[in-house]
């Protein structure tokens, strides 16, 4: 049975910038009012960041790059209805932990899988010391804890309906095809669009995932660009970084009715953005997580 429990707070966060920002000790003290709300804000700042942990159970966990560096992770919410339901946007994130590992910090991690499943699904990418290597190394009917979802997800409603972004430009690195993913299989009516592509960038083959999906998601009306930073002599398909691939292609047919969707490194996201913008793409329609 799932249990929940309440924590501590986080850090109190640095206090708003103004003119008293580097005061002296002499100054703030002929600031009394200050003297006396600081205790009141750090009490508000515990009750706010008090969070609730949400105990579920792996439901299956395996390898997602050829590499072994990636792994998808399963976890079954049937005892967490509340936490599976409050995820309503392709995009959302919440931060996860492995129950004893109180010297590792709880790890941000994107959900993969789309909105209304009885499980979240996550891509998990084994960094050493870090609380993902210990999620890598877990195996079914193991617990993690789950935090509160956080965010609003892509805010697709600026590109819907589909005649107020013909042309979808989607764009992912390494992990940030989590919510990538989780978007092409929630919809956004890509076959009525006019053109809908993905560049999606890796450093090889053995280190791309989902794979096994790209034929489904093409045939929802989504062409995939794949770019590898690093492939072997048998590539023949774009090489270097996704921001170079799409610069040399663009064939953007109307920047008016364009939008695009990014997630992952971020030199990627300003290059693209940049380049988006300075044809004349709206930035309100360049969607963004976070």
Same mark, same amino acid.
């Given at each position: 049975?799932? @249990?929940?429990?309440?924590i501590?707070?986080?850090?109190?966060?640095p206090?708003?910038?103004?003119?008293?920002?580097?005061?002296?000790?002499?100054?703030?003290?002929? *600031?009394p009012?200050?003297?006396?709300r600081l205790?009141?804000?750090?009490?508000a700042?515990?009750?706010q960041?008090?969070?609730v942990?949400?105990?579920?159970?792996?439901a299956?966990?395996?390898?997602?790059?050829?590499?072994g560096? #990636?792994?998808? *992770?399963r976890?079954?919410?049937?005892?967490?209805?509340?936490l599976?339901?409050?995820?309503?946007?392709?995009?959302?994130?919440l #931060?996860?932990?492995?129950?004893?590992?109180?010297d +590792?910090?709880?790890?941000f991690?994107a959900?993969?899988?789309?909105?209304?499943?009885?499980?979240?699904e996550?891509?998990?990418?084994?960094v050493p010391?870090?609380?993902?290597?210990? +999620?890598?190394?877990?195996?079914?009917?193991d617990?993690v804890?789950l935090g509160a979802?956080?965010?609003?997800?892509?805010?697709?409603?600026?590109? @819907?309906?589909?005649?107020a972004?013909?042309?979808?430009?989607?764009?992912?690195t390494?992990?940030?095809?989590?919510p990538?993913?989780? +978007?092409?299989?929630?919809?956004?009516?890509a076959?009525?669009?006019?053109?809908v592509?993905?560049?999606?960038g890796?450093r090889?083959?053995?280190t791309?995932a989902?794979?096994?999906?790209?034929a489904?998601?093409?045939?929802s009306?989504l062409?995939?660009?794949p770019?590898?930073?690093?492939?072997?002599?048998?590539?023949?398909g774009?090489?270097g970084?996704?921001q170079?691939?799409?610069?040399?292609?663009?064939?953007?047919?109307?920047?008016?009715?364009?939008?695009?969707?990014?997630?992952g490194?971020?030199?990627?996201?300003?290059?693209?953005?940049? &380049?988006?913008? &300075?044809?004349?793409?709206?930035?309100d329609?360049?969607?963004?997580?976070?």
């Open positions: 049975m799932a @249990t929940a429990a309440t501590s707070a986080t850090p109190l966060a206090l708003p910038s103004s003119r008293h920002a580097f005061a002296s000790p002499k100054m703030l003290r002929s *600031l009012f200050l003297r006396r205790p009141s804000l750090a009490a700042a515990v009750k960041d008090a969070a942990w949400n105990a579920a159970p792996v299956s966990i395996g390898a997602a790059s050829a590499d560096s #990636l792994f998808h *992770l976890v079954d919410l049937s005892d967490a209805a509340d599976a339901s409050s995820f309503t946007a392709p995009g959302q994130y #931060l996860v932990r492995v129950p004893g590992e109180d +590792l910090k709880p790890a991690m959900i993969a899988s789309p909105p209304g499943g009885g499980a979240f996550f891509l998990v990418k084994a010391g870090a609380t993902a290597e210990k +999620l890598c190394g877990l195996r079914d009917g617990v804890e979802i956080m965010g609003k997800g892509f805010p697709v409603e600026r590109v @819907t309906p589909a005649d972004a013909e042309t979808l430009l989607l764009f992912a390494g992990t940030g095809i989590s990538i993913r989780s +978007l092409i299989e929630f919809g956004f009516a076959k009525q669009r006019a053109d592509r993905l560049y999606y890796a090889n083959l053995e791309m989902y794979q096994e999906r790209f489904e998601w093409e045939s009306g062409k995939i660009v770019v590898l930073s690093r492939p072997d002599d048998g590539w023949k774009e090489r970084y996704v170079r691939a799409f610069l040399e292609a663009k064939n953007i047919a109307n920047p008016a009715s364009t939008g695009a969707v990014l997630c490194q971020s030199q990627m996201i300003e290059e693209v953005t940049s &380049a988006l913008t &300075a044809d004349g793409v709206s930035q329609k360049i969607l963004k997580n976070f």
